[in-house]
């Protein structure tokens, strides 16, 4: 094959392949959520966490009703952690701590509050989720990255209503900071919008520190004794009592740490011998799946399965794929012959020569 036409092909795949890291096995046998995850953990890796919509597609495609899943309420007001909305978006309280309003958050009253208004002042307060408000849609893509909705929703409702519209409630320090963000809220004349920060005691099986929640807006009532999650018919989220017995979703980990020392040729070697192939980033999801692994290692760095080419001039999957998403530290994203990609496990990425020896990372 001529290389201009190796590099088209290459090019045309950047916008519409994706590898998965992990798949969904749907088991249709009546347990009790306890002893569904018992059954996963055995046989695959655990009960389902769903991590993004992308995740909620696949583990709906085809739908299946009334199914467990891995996450579940440990019911202890006193742990909750503020969420994101947005997957992907990490709530840090110092960072985050000028944004709230005095004495905010505060949970006062009778009623927990676990939902977020921003009022005119910029500030941030919590307040019950079952207001009814105005709420500020996100778009990733698209020329206006905002959307002001003048339907006063529930939160549940309006993060479902963004989601189907847009992308999802607007989530993160770097979008409400931007200077378009405040010049919408400093036109609107009400003083009370949703942004999409949460908190729950709700929790994955797996142990992942996953913020994606996807309950249904009209079922989903938070009680006290339903404090196990099932799919619903139409892809959204109720709880259940954890004893009540249903079909569940296992998910079974496709990425695995080699905790050995090789060359990137020795790693690849090994992972194609023994596993499918060295592993590949596509995405920021798949990149804090395999982030996580990088952190178990035994070395400050592990293999990925990157590689820089002299003759096409550009860095290239393994998968045959060009690097259309990429985690690179600052000023780490230059050319080299015989250079490999590597891991450190702060998550970044780094250029290194291909003869080093680091732990690897295989996929199933």
């Avoid at 929790?203 to 099932?230: I, Q, Y």
């Avoid at 290194?352 to 295989?362: G, M, P, Q, R, T």
């Amino acid at each position: 094959m001529q290389w201009s036409l190796f590099v088209l092909i290459l090019m045309g795949q950047c916008s519409f392949f994706t590898c998965h890291l992990y798949e969904y096995h749907f088991i249709q046998e009546n347990r009790s959520w306890d002893d569904a995850q018992s059954y996963c953990t055995e046989k695959y890796t655990d009960l389902a966490t769903v991590s993004n919509m992308r995740d909620v597609e696949r583990l709906t495609n085809p739908p299946q009703t009334g199914a467990w899943i891995g996450l579940r309420s440990i019911n202890e007001a006193d742990i909750k952690e503020w969420h994101w909305s947005l997957p992907g978006e990490k709530y840090n309280p110092t960072e985050c701590e000028p944004e709230w309003g005095p004495d905010e958050p505060n949970n006062g009253g009778n009623h927990p509050k676990n939902c977020v208004k921003i009022k005119l002042s910029q500030k941030w307060h919590d307040v019950r989720c079952s207001h009814r408000l105005n709420f500020i849609c996100y778009n990733e893509t698209g020329p206006q990255k905002y959307f002001l909705i003048v339907d006063p929703k529930y939160w549940l409702q309006a993060q479902s209503h963004c989601r189907k519209h847009h992308t999802d409630l607007v989530s993160g320090l770097t979008e409400i900071r931007s200077e378009e963000f405040k010049s919408i809220t400093k036109e609107f004349n009400h003083d009370h919008l949703w942004i999409g920060l949460f908190r729950d005691t709700w929790s994955w099986s797996d142990g992942k520190n996953v913020s994606f929640r996807h309950w249904d807006p009209v079922l989903f009532k938070d009680e006290a004794l339903k404090t196990c999650a099932m799919t619903t018919e139409n892809g959204k989220w109720n709880s259940d009592k954890c004893t009540v017995k249903k079909p569940f979703y296992c998910y079974d980990d496709k990425v695995i740490l080699i905790n050995e020392s090789k060359t990137w040729d020795e790693a690849l070697d090994y992972c194609r011998a023994n596993h499918s192939d060295l592993v590949s980033i596509t995405d920021s999801h798949q990149q804090r799946w395999v982030e996580k692994r990088a952190k178990m290692a035994d070395t400050e760095f592990v293999w990925l399965g990157m590689r820089y080419t002299c003759t096409l001039d550009l860095w290239f999957w393994v998968i045959d794929r060009l690097v259309c998403y990429h985690n690179w530290a600052q000023q780490e994203k230059t050319e080299g012959c015989d250079r490999a990609t590597a891991m450190e496990r702060d998550g970044k990425w780094y250029k290194k020569a291909d003869n080093e020896k680091f732990n690897f990372i295989c996929v199933k």
